[in-house]
């Protein structure tokens, strides 16, 4: 018995990691719609939208490389949110609690999750581009381009799934954890996402839009998209994700802390 | 680390001063079956959340296998088998791939984690149902999947937070069977809570009487009701309305009277003694009940008893 007496972290991350994904294959209904949808936004406003892109202010720009963005990135955000749903059911029938009388890692307990999210979002998102490539898309800044675009992705997903999983272990209720989910609306439409800043009409839309931290992702991978390799957007949008992650993550750590441990 | 349990003076205060248990104090000895017999929210599952390291106490002191479950918690849940009254339990998941799952969790390679979930599907009769989705088990089947799961490391000590409760009579006889041989020929400690009396009857070899956060009564079975003194005196009428005549008249001849429809049970000291004079009391009234009895107590006597006593005194 006593050789047995070791936990172990990675051990303990890969079967969590594994049922997670187990679980999401099993229920093809927590990915495809959100699938949909973000491919959906693709199609329409690509197809509704794609005349604007002749005004001076896009300089010559491709509308779907536009707009591809917008689609990846609301992709990313069901995703990342699984992974807080997904406990939130652990905890809703009880399953947490037998987790937790485990010698099991409780890091890796929130870390299964989080892994399986991610992964999810990264086939979403590759499935997203290569649909994208065969409407025409061409990236400038090449493959290397695609590269950064996976990693604002993840980056971004992280970050979100952060926050979907300290809320989800601070309310421990679908509903809430679900009305936690709608800041994706803000998230995405507050921003350059339909067209560049100089063409925002309202004052307010463009304050949104400069506080809004999806900016700047839209921003980074737009740049690498049609314009190539130029440093400032790269550096903003990484930078703002860094920041978005520690915040988050915290989060869900202190949250994490807080549900394990009960007073 | 052994199978002993050590509570001293254990208090749980939740946020708004509700106090969920109130200083209990006992031992539980390696091997043994003890049992914690109360009403719902006499405080028995809080109890068992902070045994099993879900619950952080408000105060005392707790060795499990002589290990502070404060200090070292990790230590603990290797010792430890866990079923909770609500059985959680992955709706998507196979039953095999739980407690393979589970086994991993618990240190288990790949391939004895496959052996040992064959070997507990055996145990616990699930082999026909093991490749199917948990969430089509029926209520039964559950509460032995749970079961299994709570065995998977072969834990020196177990605990059961109301393990039959809402069972039908074929499951809890199952699940009896098998905590009795974990127990017996295993020589694992149990520790089990209940409100069914018949079951901590059956079972246990000691009981803890627990009502309102506290400790109102310990020991084996036997001593038990021996310690209570008293015999019962049950009478039955014909009419619920004589019942509720018998218990007015009779009202200061025993310690303690209960009614129930057309039944009436009187615990005094000595029964037999008090005979003559309470059949002269009820004649007075022209009160003649069916049937008459005296009896030992049973432990549903001395659970009624001592919960009454308590009342008493607040």
């Keep these: 018995m006593d050789e047995q007496k ?125 649909i994208a490539y065969f409407l025409g898309l061409e ?125 | 680390m052994d199978g002993s349990i050590l509570v001293h003076d254990l208090v749980k205060t939740y946020k708004g001063d509700v106090k969920a248990v109130r200083g209990v104090s006992f031992e539980v000895a390696e091997g043994e079956f003890f049992a914690f017999l109360g009403p719902n929210g006499a405080g028995k599952s809080t109890t ?18 002589g290990v502070n479950v404060n200090e070292q918690p990790e230590r603990v849940r290797w010792n430890i088998g866990v079923a909770l009254q609500e059985t959680g339990i992955d709706p998507v998941l196979t039953g095999r791939e739980l407690i393979e799952m589970q086994a991993r969790l618990f240190g288990f390679t790949k391939k004895k984690a496959k052996e040992r979930a064959s070997e507990l599907l055996t145990l616990v009769d699930l082999n026909d149902a093991a490749e199917r989705p948990c969430g089509k088990y029926s209520g039964g089947m559950r509460r032995r999947l749970d079961l299994a799961l709570t065995l998977v490391h072969k834990p020196k000590i177990l605990f059961l937070d109301e393990p039959t409760t809402g069972l039908d009579p074929s499951n809890r006889k199952a699940i009896w069977k098998e905590i009795k041989r974990l127990n017996k020929e295993e020589g694992t400690t149990i520790f089990l809570t209940t409100q069914y009396l018949e079951e901590a009857d059956q079972l246990a070899d000691r009981i803890s009487i627990i009502n309102e956060g506290r400790i109102v009564a310990s020991g084996s079975v036997e001593e038990l009701k021996r310690t209570l003194g008293f015999d019962a005196i049950q009478l039955v009428f014909h009419e619920p ?74």
């Excluded at chain 1, 790269?234 to 750590?253: D, E, M, P, Y």
């Design chain 2, 241 to 314: 309305e004589e019942a509720e005549r018998a218990s007015v008249v009779l009202n200061d001849v025993g310690e303690n009277i209960e009614r129930s429809r057309e039944e009436v049970t009187i615990y005094t000291e000595n029964g037999t003694q008090l005979l003559s004079e309470l059949v002269r009391m009820l004649d007075e009234q022209q009160l003649s009940p069916k049937t008459l009895n005296v009896k030992p107590p049973s432990l549903d006597d001395v659970f009624i008893n001592v919960t009454n006593k308590q009342k008493e005194r607040v």
């Design chain 2, 48 to 65: 068992v959340q902070i045994l099993t390291t879900l619950v952080k106490p408000t105060s005392g002191t707790i060795q499990i296998g």
């Design chain 1, 6 to 130: 070791k936990g172990s972290f990675l051990v303990d991350t890969m079967v969590f990691t594994k049922r997670s994904i187990i679980t999401i294959i099993r229920n093809p209904l927590i990915f495809i719609p959100n699938l949909i949808i973000s491919l959906f936004f693709l199609f329409v406003y690509e197809g509704g939208l794609s005349g604007i892109s002749q005004l001076p202010a896009f300089e010559g720009a491709n509308y779907l490389a536009f707009i591809l963005p917008v689609s990846i990135v609301s992709a990313a955000i069901g995703g990342a949110g699984g992974a807080g749903q997904a406990l939130v059911k652990d905890l809703e029938n009880g399953y947490f609690s037998r987790l937790l009388l485990t010698p099991s890692s409780r890091l890796a307990i929130v870390l299964g999750p989080i892994i399986a999210g991610m992964l999810q979002l990264l086939i979403q998102t590759i499935l997203i581009l290569v």
């Design chain 1, 139 to 263: 990236v400038a800044a090449g493959f290397g381009g695609v590269v950064v675009v996976l990693l604002l992705t993840l980056g971004w997903g992280l970050a979100f799934a952060g926050y979907s999983v300290g809320v989800a272990l601070r309310t421990k209720n679908a509903q809430s954890a679900q009305a936690g989910t709608f800041v994706f609306f803000p998230l995405i439409f507050l921003s350059t996402t339909f067209v560049p800043y100089e063409l925002i009409e309202a004052g307010w839309l463009k304050i949104a839009a400069t506080i809004n931290p999806t900016t700047y992702l839209f921003e980074a991978m737009r740049s690498v998209f049609i314009d190539g390799w130029e440093p400032w957007p790269l550096v903003r949008g990484f930078l703002v994700i860094a920041l978005l992650c520690a915040i988050t993550i915290t989060f869900s750590a202190v949250s994490a802390s807080k549900a394990v441990s009960s007073d």
